[in-house]
């Protein structure tokens, strides 16, 4: 079955469950750093980020065959805008995208015996960690639709997963790299955390990042077509029906 066959509440569901387990994966990954490595930050770092990779990789395997596996509104943007999904779905991506990772910090917090909801205070609002953001976020999305042009989508989940743990330690800012993430992290005060007053800064970062990676898609493959992003989601589900 095509994705595009697929109807779009069945695809809204696979972007909730995708962004709680990715959330979960992060937070909770930092909670466990913390707790087994504690005021080793460097050990903490490498321990979240490997988590994460390797979190990806499975989360975006699982689910791809059926959303897409975007998890993050900056790529439902830009996948839109390339002609790859409908306007309209990532609108509807964006919603269960922020409802998911809100949900999967809740669910982190609670593993670990915490307060199901708690605020970080983890202020990260500076120019360095705003530019890591763009870098990031650019970076993520040369990324994907890079192997969509080459026909290579099929090694998205491995790609992007190690993109994501590598960027942990070449940026300032871990590597956000999207919204709903953001928004699901504010609700954990913890080693993955960020105060809700350094989320703008996040944010505004990662759309320029990614109005900055669709212009640079655009500019090294003046032929992109909505064929070519459609390759994305189609390498997915071919991948999910011969496994």
């Known amino acids: 079955m095509l994705l595009s066959d697929s109807p779009l509440w069945r695809k809204a569901l696979a972007e909730y469950l995708g962004s709680l387990l990715l959330a979960t994966v992060v937070i909770g990954s930092g909670i466990a750093a913390q707790w087994y490595s504690p005021h080793a930050i460097g050990l903490e770092l490498f321990e979240n980020a490997a988590a994460t990779g390797a979190g990806l990789y499975v989360i975006i395997a699982t689910f791809g065959p059926i959303s897409g596996?975007?998890?993050?509104?900056?790529?439902?943007?830009?996948?839109?805008?390339?002609?790859?999904?409908?306007?309209?779905?990532?609108?509807?991506?964006?919603?269960?995208?922020?409802?998911?990772?809100?949900?999967?910090?809740?669910?982190?917090?609670?593993?670990?015996?915490?307060?199901?909801?708690?605020?970080?205070?983890?202020?990260?609002?500076?120019?360095?960690h705003g530019f890591s953001e763009v870098v990031a976020t650019a970076g993520l999305v040369l990324v994907i639709y890079a192997l969509a042009k080459a026909n290579r989508s099929n090694l998205a989940p491995s790609v992007v997963g190690a993109y994501i743990a590598g960027a942990y330690f070449f940026t300032s800012s871990t590597s956000f790299a999207n919204p709903a993430i953001v928004v699901g992290r504010m609700f954990s005060n913890s080693f993955a955390g960020i105060a809700?007053?350094?989320?703008?800064?996040?944010?505004?970062?990662?759309?320029?990042?990614?109005?900055?990676?669709?212009?640079?898609?655009?500019?090294?493959?003046?032929?992109?077509?909505?064929?070519?992003?459609?390759?994305?989601?189609?390498?997915?589900?071919?991948e999910g029906t011969n496994s």
């Open 69 to 128: 596996a975007h998890f993050n509104p900056v790529i439902s943007f830009v996948d839109a805008a390339l002609g790859g999904v409908s306007w309209r779905t990532a609108w509807s991506y964006l919603v269960v995208q922020v409802a998911g990772c809100t949900s999967g910090a809740v669910l982190a917090n609670l593993i670990f015996s915490r307060a199901a909801i708690s605020l970080a205070n983890d202020h990260r609002a500076t120019l360095a």
């Open 196 to 238: 809700p007053s350094s989320a703008p800064l996040f944010v505004v970062a990662e759309l320029v990042g990614g109005v900055l990676g669709l212009g640079l898609v655009r500019a090294l493959f003046s032929n992109f077509t909505a064929r070519d992003a459609a390759r994305v989601t189609d390498a997915l589900v071919h």
